[in-house]
């Protein structure tokens, strides 16, 4: 009983925090002057054929980025998970850099490598020339939103080959070499995995608004920033961001049926065995060569030219006088937000992992739906929930921000703890359980200790993601109550470039923060171990 | 032992981030303000305002650059439930829109009286200060210059023009400013044969003038200011003021707005900041700063690359009427960047 209770308690609070925002919008989008009319749908509708090719451009945009990101990602993928490759956790954490920056940062340190006045402009004026004409376009928004995005087919792709049952690999190996294995094995058992990266990555290339916007490429979430920002009509943005959404559940309702199908497939039984290893022989050297060159061109390369650009301490001292406030508010909405995300995602997690109550695939499909919608949709959602004098405290206060940090990034912990929870196996709770242990006991002390190294994953990455947000704040921060991102953009409008790239690495070094730490603590707890 | 260490550390966490939150609510006296001007160029006035009154300053900074749903969305999505006291708009159509959407309270600041009444609601819902001229950054190369707006549709210069996006900011002004003076057909005719130029679209005003001073177009309609920054920046442009013959129509001016909002929970001290605002020292500080911004005021220093407001043919404009057509063409203007 206590364990249905707390579930379910669990999915109404996720219901409360990002579905209601959502539905109070879409329903106020219907009342015009307080009557019914659907004369935004009706202006939406008038104006089809217009919408209709910048969905085209969109959806082009985000199909270019996810097959590159899955084409690239997977291989690294497997490369830094599953292999011998000297340097992994380095070449790992390199690789995964571009993740923790705001998409129009890379975008701007591009433009610093590429631009006139780079330093390939004064080797090479006509290459610069060309490169810089096509990195504005089409071409230019692929290239920063794939090296944006890869990480996350790499991320998953390292998470999901160590989860793959060693015993088949090991079947296999009796009759095939590695190459063989990973084709008719490994990968076809991490497919699920793959394409649900590959569905991220396409739904956040389609939301995104800051990078095409700065490439000039016209999208489709720019009409509903464009309705936002000059027509400051709610209901008629609110119409807009309709084909978006139902994009959006097409997709995911493309993606539900395979991968629920086949992820039970994937369950480690072996709780706690042995990984098995690609020993790569004569190739390590020459594969590390390859990925080295990629993390040096695609992320080392821009990132030097951040740190170059705000390598003097009077950009530094300028930066912690204008944003020292924004840094360490930043830290503490970060650290909140990852503990609560950490928090409700475990109970969302359990729920989909267990499917204790029916409601477990509409949560489910919920925090994957609020995690590809633009953060500044979820924003203006929750102003017209929230905005009110009776829930002021709630308004007036960080605790939006923590908010929207819970509704848009809710599917991470979710879906992580999911997979954690899968590696366990069931038979320790059901003992537990025979034992007529209760079931916050069997959690606290099996299911948590059991999944203490995968929480500890859990909360850094929602850690990452909260330090880094920027469509959720920009939209709802308490006056006075900004966060590090947001103060980077606002600055961003004739500030120095010193200030904006010293701000930037802050940025950088303040979300390395904790991996570092977690990374020295369990080492510390390897070598005591 | 080990977990009586763990636990006293998230409690005292616990019991910092409590106090850190419930410190986070208003204390008096506060002012909180949205802001649409350059967060680099508006806070150090709002810091100077928080150490000569006392007054602490809580704000929300919005970039015309971003054109994110910022200061002016959240207003008007907090019209039911006002947060803030004071609006300062970057120009005064935005100003306008809040007047008409009943978000603006009027209020007549004793500093106001210097500022010429073309640049002022003539109720006291919003007043402009220091402000910016719509003017052409023309690359250095370029000779004849251009004389005029109307310079776009000149076949001489075909395929060699580039503007901001007419959707937002002082550019969709400067158009809607057009369509009153001439009227709707005339202001029609010029946008078609603006297109027709060939003419670029960029996505702000900064980029049109980085455009130009890279000498990829022959020049632009900027603001007085990305001309200036780019001036200090040694590039090869210049500064041409449009319109300045006898007949012709003038320079299109922007000041910024100080708007009090209806409903302020700090009214007294929104109206404080809104003097300040106003004054002749707050213009000499935005005018000596990298915003050269044009005082209004007369008698104070203008930016050193920039000619005073009385030495220039200012467009005679009623900026109501001008808020009021923007809202009117904005369909059309929509088509007309998506090609139609």
Same mark, same amino acid.
């Given at each position: ?49 217009? @919408? ?59 433009? !610093? ?18 490169? %810089? ?11 920063? +939103? ?113 991968? *629920? ?8 039984? =072996? ?46 001292? /300028? ?14 909405? $970060? &650290? ?26 509409? &949560? /489910? ?33 960080? $605790? ?7 509704? @848009? ?8 703890? %999911? ?111 | ?35 649409? *001007? ?29 054109? #994110? ?25 935005? $100003?306008?829109?809040?007047? @008409? ?37 023309? *690359? ?26 007419? +959707? ?16 709707? /057909? ?5 946008? @078609?044969?603006?297109?027709? #130029?060939?003419?670029?679209? #960029? ?30 920046? *040694? ?28 409903? $302020? ?9 809104? /003097? ?5 020292? =707050? ?44 809202? !009117? ?12």
């Amino acid at each position: 009983m206590e364990k249905r209770l707390t579930l379910a308690a669990a999915a109404a609070l996720l219901a409360v925090i990002g579905f209601l925002p959502l539905l109070t919008m879409v329903t106020n989008s219907f009342f015009v002057d307080g009557l019914f009319s659907l004369k935004a749908y009706q202006a939406l509708w008038d104006s089809g054929r217009q @919408q209709l090719v910048l969905m085209g451009q969109s959806v082009l945009l985000s199909l270019y980025v996810t097959f590159l990101a899955t084409v690239v990602g997977v291989p690294l993928g497997v490369l830094l998970g599953k292999t011998d490759l000297p340097f992994r956790l380095t070449l790992t954490v390199l690789l995964t850099l571009p993740l923790l920056i705001p998409p129009y940062v890379i975008a701007v340190a591009w433009f !610093a490598v590429l631009g006139s006045g780079s330093w390939i402009s004064s080797l090479a004026p006509e290459t610069s020339k060309y490169l %810089s004409t096509a990195y504005f376009g089409l071409y230019g928004c692929t290239g920063v +939103l794939f090296t944006t995005f890869v990480p996350i087919v790499i991320l998953l792709t390292i998470a999901y080959v160590g989860a793959v049952n060693p015993r088949l690999e090991d079947a296999g190996r009796l009759v095939s070499r590695w190459p063989g294995v990973l084709r008719r094995i490994t990968l076809p058992l991490i497919a699920p995995a793959i394409l649900f990266a590959a569905v991220l990555v396409f739904l956040l290339t389609l939301g995104e608004v800051g990078v095409p916007t700065y490439l000039r490429y016209p999208v489709y979430p720019v009409e509903t920033l464009t309705q936002f920002a000059a027509f400051y009509n709610f209901s008629a943005a609110t119409a807009a961001v309709i084909p978006l959404l139902v994009v959006t559940l097409v997709v995911l309702a493309l993606e539900y049926p395979i991968l *629920h199908n086949q992820v039970s497939e994937l369950r480690t039984v =072996t709780f706690g065995g042995m990984r098995t290893q690609i020993k790569l022989g004569r190739w390590r050297l020459p594969l590390l060569g390859i990925v080295s060159v990629w993390g040096l061109v695609t992320v080392a390369l821009p990132l030097a030219v951040l740190i170059a650009q705000s390598s003097s301490l009077s950009a530094y001292a /300028d930066a912690f006088a204008r944003a020292s406030d924004s840094i360490l508010r930043s830290l503490v909405f $970060a &650290i909140v937000g990852a503990s609560l995300l950490t928090l409700l995602g475990f109970f969302c997690g359990y729920l989909i992992h267990n499917r204790t109550l029916p409601v477990w695939r509409g &949560i /489910d499909a919920l925090t994957l739906f609020l995690f590809t919608l633009p953060g500044t949709v979820v924003g203006i959602g929750l102003i017209s929930l929230w905005n009110r004098p009776i829930s002021n405290f709630i308004y007036g206060t960080p $605790a939006i921000i923590i908010l929207g940090y819970l509704a @848009q990034y809710a599917v991470l912990p979710t879906r992580m703890t %999911s997979t954690i929870l899968d590696r366990i196996p069931r038979s320790l709770e059901q003992a537990a359980q025979l034992c007529g242990t209760s079931w916050f006991t069997t959690l606290r002390h099996i299911v948590v200790p059991l999944a203490r190294r995968g929480l500890i994953a859990v909360w850094i990455i929602g850690y990452v993601f909260c330090l880094r947000d920027l469509g959720v704040s920009i939209v709802v921060y308490p006056p006075g109550s900004d966060t590090l991102p947001v103060r980077i953009l606002t600055l961003m409008a004739n500030g120095t470039p010193s200030l904006i790239a010293a701000l930037c690495v802050i940025l950088i070094v303040v979300t390395l923060l904790p991996v570092g730490a977690v990374a020295l603590w369990s080492g510390r707890d390897r070598i005591g171990a | 032992m080990k977990k009586t260490l763990w636990i006293s550390l998230v409690l005292l966490a616990g019991a910092a981030i409590a106090v850190w939150y419930f410190k986070s609510f208003p204390r008096a006296p506060t002012v909180v303000v949205y802001v649409s *001007h350059d967060q680099v160029f508006s806070e150090p006035i709002l810091k100077d305002f928080e150490k000569d009154t006392g007054i602490s300053v809580r704000a929300v900074y919005d970039t015309e650059e971003t054109k #994110s749903a910022g200061a002016m969305n959240r207003l008007i999505a907090e019209r039911n439930n006002p947060q803030a006291d004071v609006y300062w708009a970057n120009e005064p159509i935005r $100003a306008e829109v809040l007047r @008409q959407q009943h978000i603006a309270a009027p209020y007549v600041s004793p500093n106001a009286a210097g500022i010429p009444a073309i640049f002022r609601d003539p109720d006291g819902y919003w007043t402009g200060f220091a402000a910016r001229a719509r003017v052409l950054i023309v *690359h250095s190369d370029i000779n004849p210059r251009p004389t005029s707006v109307l310079s776009y549709t000149d076949p001489r210069w075909r395929g060699r023009t580039v503007i901001a996006n007419p +959707l937002f900011g002082t550019t969709t002004d400067q158009i809607a400013a057009l369509f009153v003076l001439w009227g709707d /057909d005339h202001g029609r005719t010029f946008m @078609q044969d603006l297109h027709d #130029s060939g003419v670029k679209i #960029s996505p702000s005003n900064g980029d049109s003038a980085d455009l130009v001073a890279r000498g990829a177009f022959a020049f632009g309609l900027v603001d007085s200011d990305d001309v200036v920054n780019r001036i200090k920046q *040694h590039q090869p442009i210049d500064i041409v003021y449009p319109d300045q013959g006898v007949d012709e129509i003038g320079c299109f001016i922007v000041p910024n707005a100080a708007v009090l909002i209806a409903g $302020a929970p700090h009214p007294e001290a929104g109206k404080k900041l809104i /003097d300040y605002l106003l004054s002749k020292d =707050t213009e000499r500080k935005l005018a000596l700063s990298n915003a050269a911004q044009i005082p209004l005021h007369s008698g104070v220093t203008s930016p050193a690359e920039l000619r005073p407001i009385e030495s220039m043919k200012v467009m005679s404009v009623n900026y109501a009427e001008v808020a009021a057509k923007l809202q !009117a063409i904005q369909p059309f203007l929509k088509k007309w960047v998506g090609g139609g």
